[in-house]
């Protein structure tokens, strides 16, 4: 088993050396398997707060008074821009 653990480790180790996922802007939001970069409306990374701040607007209001907003929520990473 540890054997095997240390195979796996050196493959994922092998795979970064080889990409070029860690260049460019360190403070992006990035697929580490494609090397893609997200755009810059891109926040899933920051879905809990997303989340958090959707909850907090809805406490004590009644159905009637709540209006979920385009901008308050999740973008995903589905618009991807090439590194560069």
């Known amino acids: 088993m540890q054997q095997r653990d240390c195979k796996d480790t050196q493959i994922v180790i092998d795979f970064f050396e080889q990409s070029s996922s860690f260049e460019g802007d360190p403070l992006s939001l990035r697929n580490l398997a494609t090397g893609m970069t997200a755009a810059e409306n891109v926040n ?41």
Not at 54 to 65: A, G, P, T
């Open 44 to 84: 899933a990374d920051k879905a809990v707060e997303v989340r958090k701040k959707i909850l907090n607007d809805m406490v004590e209001k009644s159905q009637k008074e709540l209006s979920l907003k385009r901008k308050d929520k999740a973008v995903l990473m589905t618009v991807k821009q090439e590194m560069g």
